[in-house]
Structure formats: C-alpha cells, structure tokens
C-alpha cells in the first residue's frame, strides 16, 4: 500500500475520532442566525451544528480538489500515412 494513502486514512480516522468526541460533551443549544440566507435563528445542538459546517467544509475541498474530467492529452501523434 501506499503510504500517503495510510496517511490520510488515518488522518481522516483521527477528524473523525474528534467529531465523535465533540459530539459526546457539546449537548448545549446554540442559535445561529444568517439574515440574508435564514429568515428565523437556528437552534440546535452544538456539536450537530459543528458536524454540519465540518460536512459543508469537507464537500467544498473535494469540489475544489477535483479535476475537470476532461481527457489528458496523450502527446502530438502526427498523421503521416505512408504512400
């Protein structure tokens, strides 16, 4: 295997490990408000709310991280068919 792979396998275990953690000792409401996108507060548990910016921060990166799709090249082939 590779070991940039077991790297961010375990990386993501530890985030993962922090989530779980935060989501044992933040049972507390939080109200959070955004007036041009929210016309009302939102109140809910901490640690869900921090579970769903983690959510929305982790799809941003892997839109932003992802290639276009689009084929690379694979170098100039010229056409020159004998005569």
Request: no cysteine; proline share 5%.
């Amino acid at each position: 295997m590779n070991a940039k792979l077991i790297f961010k396998t375990l990386f993501l275990i530890l985030v993962l490990l922090l989530l779980v953690m935060i989501g044992m000792n933040n049972r507390s409401t939080v109200a959070f408000s955004l007036p041009p996108l929210l016309s009302k507060s939102v109140t809910q548990p901490a640690a869900l709310m921090y579970i769903g910016f983690f959510a929305v921060g982790l799809l941003s990166g892997v839109i932003l991280a992802s290639g276009t799709g689009g084929k690379k090249s694979g170098g100039n082939k010229s056409s020159s068919s004998p005569k």
